[in-house]
Nanobody, 123 residues
Framework: VQLQASGGGLVQPGGSLRLSCAAS????????IGWFRQAPGKEREGVSC????????EYADSVKGRFTVSRDNAKNTVYLQMNSLNPEDTAVYYC?????????????????WGQGTQVTVSS
């Protein structure tokens, strides 16, 4: 299972970014997908996730109301729309997959991880 996260960059506080998690060689619709982030000197943090069959979603309290996770099965891609970004959102963001219907913000559930994409929120 190969995952590729993309869409990171430098954005000013209050701005938006949309991250993408694309899959190759497998059908992403069969997998629950999690988004995680890790800032320098901090532990990896679950940000959001989306289930496979019912597309149920979960969000960390720190991003509720600002981030939205979604999936486009036709494009074999999961997205993380991030709005109202603030400097505390600065981190490397990773997507991860597990062959499971329900998702979790716990990173231990996931079997496959993509390379991260850097998000920097700064003026």
């Amino acid at each position: 299972v190969q995952l590729q996260a993309s869409g990171g960059g430098l954005v000013q506080p209050g701005g938006s970014l949309r991250l993408s998690c694309a899959a190759s060689e497998f059908t992403l619709a069969l997998y629950a997908i999690g988004w995680f982030r890790q800032a320098p000197g901090k532990e990896r943090e679950g940000v959001s996730c989306i289930g496979s069959t019912d597309a149920s979603t979960e969000y960390a309290d720190s991003v509720k109301g600002r981030f939205t996770v979604s999936r486009d099965n036709a494009k074999n891609t999961v997205y993380l729309q991030m709005n109202s970004l603030n400097p505390e959102d600065t981190a490397v963001y990773y997507c991860a997959a597990v062959r499971n219907s329900r998702c979790s913000l716990g990173w231990g559930l996931y079997d496959d991880w993509g390379q991260g994409t850097q998000v920097t929120v700064s003026s």
